[in-house]
């Protein structure tokens, strides 16, 4: 199987007959509040990938880590108020029985994901799984790194769970912070199984091509740029749309807009052909202006230079604007 | 300083709400303001409801953001319902509008808070009113 690499595109993917229908999640991208249901950017996730047909696979490891965040969240809550009753019993101030069980309810996150979603699959680790994460926990062989303090034992059997899946699917995406998961030793391995990481639930709508905040964010940056770059020699339309967008950073600049922008994405050129390219935008100070820059271009077989044109900055608010909130903030902190 | 924030009064205190060791400020828009106090100087990372400049973010739906700190997500604020969530930080959500602070599953309505150091204080253990300023932080200036 040729290598894939982590930035293999769904079509790519798709075209080499390698299907990547199921999204892996750690615990550590599915932080949020639970206690009125599931975070809002969580649920907006699985819908998307509920309705483009994508498979959520939730390793029970990453299950019950996210599990006792919130039973920590719910005993801490329950003590609250039972610290609350017998402060004010202890002032002869009388308190109705409370049910504590009925008033903090437990949260049950599978339950909650299960009843809106039916994508949503829990894996559970197999013997064999748990044996080879715990000989690389021993001798800290990658993806661990060779110096980690702890043996890290959860996030290589999820780990080695998404590789397994990977391989046994032909693609799977991991979305993981964490370094064991998404750090460089776990390249070669994922790269051979068709295992696509990203470091998040935007990034990895990104992956799977479908719209993100930051591929919408950074398209809308973009936009003035593609006519410039159609001049230079890209062979692009005059309005393309960005087909993935992955590994989008954003720095605030000034007059609330961003100022750095940093991304890998692909579009379709003029002749259908996919154009793959790194692009670094960056707003000139307080100026109007930007400068975008293209680099690693490919364009179907062949590759283009760097490319590099300048546009207008976009200014969300005003400068006096910018001013006065953060005059306004000083007075707050040093006023009356 | 002196200011009214979520229905709280807070009367010389040097910080009304710290979510572990950030505080959070309100202007009379309504916006909320984040300020990094760890460290030895003071960081600026939401100025009125928007990332503050040169701070790492990441936008989410319906207008909120995830500021971070190279690739590590810490929290997540959304202007329009006034809610920090916390990414990394093991801290509760914390929400200030015009009748409540909201703090978890606490709520803080209606208290006046009168010459504390902290007003409100949020760490990954508990929730205090009226605490002493804890001496590791930035002087809360921007």
């Known amino acids: ?336 | 300083m002196n200011l009214a924030m979520g229905s709280q009064t807070f009367v010389g205190v040097e910080i009304p709400l710290l979510w572990g060791t950030r505080a959070v400020l309100q202007d009379h828009a309504g916006k909320l303001s984040v300020i990094n106090l760890a460290g030895d100087v003071a960081s600026l990372e939401v100025l009125a409801d928007r990332p503050a400049p040169d701070i790492s973010y990441a936008p989410t739906a319906n207008d909120a953001f995830v500021i971070k700190k190279g690739e590590v997500e810490l929290y997540e604020y959304n202007p329009e319902s006034k809610v920090l969530t916390s990414a990394s930080l093991k801290l509760p959500s914390v929400q200030v509008v015009g009748d409540r602070i909201q703090v978890g599953g606490s709520v803080f309505s209606n208290n006046m808070i009168v010459g504390a150091g902290v007003g409100i204080v949020v760490t990954e253990t508990g929730i205090s009113m009226g605490a002493p300023l804890p001496r590791s932080l930035a002087v809360l200036q921007v």
Not at chain 1, 183 to 206: P, Q, T, Y
Not at chain 1, 214 to 229: C, I, K, M, N, Q
Not at chain 1, 273 to 288: F, K, L, N, T
């Open chain 1, 1 to 336: 199987m040729k290598l894939l690499g982590e930035s293999a595109s769904p079509e790519y993917v798709r075209e080499r007959g390698l299907p990547l229908q199921s999204v892996i999640l750690n615990s550590d991208v599915m932080w949020g509040d639970y206690s009125k249901g599931l975070p809002k950017r969580l649920s907006e996730f699985l819908r998307t990938c509920a309705r483009e047909g994508y498979s959520v696979i939730l390793p029970a490891t990453a299950l019950m880590e996210i599990s006792r965040a919130q039973n920590k969240t719910v005993a801490d809550s329950r003590q609250a108020v039972a610290q609350a009753i017998e402060t004010l019993r202890t002032h002869a101030i009388s308190c109705p029985e409370v049910d504590l069980e009925k008033l903090v309810k437990d949260i049950d996150v599978l339950a909650m994901m299960k009843s809106a979603y039916s994508n949503v699959v829990i894996v559970q680790a197999s013997l064999e799984q748990y044996h080879e994460a715990l000989r690389r926990a021993c001798f800290h062989l990658s993806p661990q790194l060779s110096n980690a303090k702890s043996d890290e034992m959860r996030d290589l059997v999820i780990w080695i769970t998404a590789v397994d899946l990977a391989k046994a699917e032909g693609g799977a995406l991991l979305v993981s912070q964490d370094v064991v998961h998404s750090g460089k030793l776990g390249d070669e391995e994922a790269a051979g199984v068709g295992l696509v990481r990203a470091k998040n639930l935007d990034d990895a709508l990104g992956v799977l091509g479908l719209h993100s905040s930051s591929g919408g964010l950074l398209s809308d940056l973009l936009a003035p740029s593609w006519a410039e770059f159609k001049k230079q020699g890209l062979p692009v339309e005059e309005q393309p749309s960005l087909r993935t967008v992955r590994r989008a950073a954003f720095v605030q600049g000034h007059y609330g807009a961003p100022g750095v922008a940093t991304a890998e994405i692909s579009l379709s050129g003029c002749d259908g052909q996919e154009i793959r390219a790194d692009v670094d935008y960056r707003a000139e100070g307080e100026s109007s202006l930007a400068t975008v820059t293209l680099s690693s271009i490919t364009c179907g077989d062949g590759k283009l230079e760097r490319l590099a044109v300048t546009i207008p900055a976009p200014r969300v608010i005003t400068p006096s604007q910018e001013h006065q909130d953060l005059e306004a903030l000083r007075t707050l902190i040093g006023g009356s």
